[in-house]
């Protein structure tokens, strides 16, 4: 199974990332709320196993 991490920049401008880890239709969902508060440049990216993604500066 795929795993899914996330990375947006919040309303202020700072990177994020997402520190769990979700399957596609979570990560999906994710994106829809991380959007409706304002956040931008929102990522669904692949992890691996024991992997967390870098926020992007």
Same mark, same amino acid.
């Given at each position: 199974m795929q795993n899914y991490g996330l990375l947006w920049t919040d309303p202020d401008g %700072?990177?994020?990332?997402?520190?769990?880890?979700?399957?596609?239709r979570s990560a999906k969902h994710r994106r %829809?709320?991380?959007k409706a508060v304002g956040c931008t440049r929102v990522?669904?990216?692949?992890?691996r196993p024991g992997e967390v993604p870098e926020p992007v500066s």
């Open positions: %700072t990177p994020q990332a997402s520190a769990g880890r979700y399957d596609k %829809t709320e991380l990522e669904i990216v692949p992890v």
